[in-house]
């Protein structure tokens, strides 16, 4: 039933970012929770679109936000409520030397105070663009959280991948091991060849625990976003992205939406409508009553009618207008200077994705094809007795040096894709689940 109610209130809150729009572009600051996807309790390999889908069934922070925004709706309906009217009593005439009110004064009257020059739709636009900036953080946690997702997600695949290699190297040191034995036995090596290939097979034995334990932590931090049972989750293997064609959708563009300038933006028009308020609140309101006089000595009744009005004398919101003024000015060279340093870190982090991809091209095209040939060339010339044992060990540390590499390259690629799109709020892995699953 719990888990029922998470979905419902994801979907809500989705629902929501959705009609409500994306805060610049059409796509920018949208998390793209799998909502519809199911997750059976007996799968233990999940994919990427299943542990998003758990994301949203189960994490508490997407529910918080949909009551974030109810709060600040609450707001919206605070500054529309009118001024209630004043009831109003008085005895007047009441003498201290005869006791009771027989020559008293009795008047009941009814007022109500009017807001003049708009000042409650200028209060209501104050809280629609405070409401706004809720919106756009309650987007913007959103869009944390999923990318979040996918960086545990991506650590945990990549310590698998990690493991994976560790035993592929402790069976190549293992067979190193048992060819160096049949060569001592037939005469033809040392003994401290098997020395040496003992050892290089317990640093592979080791790596091996390291990354068995990595495996722990990561998985504990992944399923710890829906507050699972972490015992025996995996997730699927990660496929090669095409980087070439996210590059090309990194534009010049993703400097305009940082959150950081998106923010300033909707600072600098609260703060334009706190200053209209404060226009409209410098100007007095009129409040009229009306009520009925009655004198107890005679029974006489008569009608009261008032107005009252407040004299401006001078602008008494001065001052908090001249500090308004200063910081939305203020704001405008805060931007400049955000967007200065927005278009620096896309810049460099455009430049760092490239160097990664060509480093990348470079470990699956060139070094890891040519290390698994050197390897194979290698380890057969050592066992017709054509070269030395540290030819073999050389050629083993590169291949599995360079396995690794790859593997990290490839976390290393994806963690700064991140990293681009949580400058921009803009989802440059697009078509990668479909690979994924």
Known sequence: MKRHLYTLVALTLLLVMALTGPASGTDR????????????????????????????????????????LEAANG????????????????????GW??????????????????????????????????????????????????LDTRGRYYRLAHAQEQYHLSEISVELADDIVATIRQRIDKGVALQSELLLARLELKRAKLARADAAMDIETARIELTSLWASDFAGVSVVALAELDYGSILNRVSETL??????????????????????????????NLTLSGGVKRVT???????????ALPLPFGNQN??????????????????????????TAVASGVAR????THRHVALHDELLPTAEEAYQTIQMLYQSGRLPYTSLLEANRS?????????????ALREQIITLERLGGVILQADEDSDND
Do not use: C
């Not at 199911?38 to 542990?51: F, H, I, N, R, Y």
């Not at 291949?399 to 976390?411: G, Q, S, Y």
């Open 318 to 343: 001065r001052g908090t207008l001249r500090s308004l003024d200063a910081d939305i000015q203020r704001i405008d060279f805060e931007r400049q200077q955000a967007r200065l340093l927005s278009t």
């Open 399 to 411: 291949l599995v040096e360079l396995r690794f590499e790859h593997n990290d390259m490839m976390l």
């Open 29 to 68: 600051w949208e998390a793209p929770f799998a909502v519809d996807s199911t997750v059976g309790d007996e799968d233990s390999t999940l994919t990427l679109q299943a542990v998003l889908h758990l994301v949203a069934a189960r994490n508490p922070l997407l529910p918080s936000l949909l009551f974030r």
């Open 97 to 146: 030397d005869a006791p009771g009110t027989s020559e008293a004064e009795i008047s009941v009257s009814l007022s109500q105070e009017f807001e003049l020059f708009g000042k409650r739709g200028a209060r209501k636009r104050v809280a629609e663009v405070e409401q706004q900036e809720v919106e756009f953080e309650a987007q913007v946690d959103a869009f944390d959280l999923y």
């Open 353 to 356: 994705l490239r160097q990664l």
């Open 75 to 94: 707001g919206i309906i605070q500054a529309g409520i009118k001024p209630s009217p004043e009831l109003e009593s008085e005895i007047g005439n009441v």
């Open 297 to 307: 000595a005679d029974g006489s009744k008569s009608l009261m009618f008032g107005l």
């Open 255 to 284: 400097a305009d939406s940082t959150r950081e300038l998106l923010a300033l933006d909707r600072y600098q028009e609260r703060l334009k409508a706190e200053r209209q308020l404060a226009v409209a609140e410098a100007r007095p």
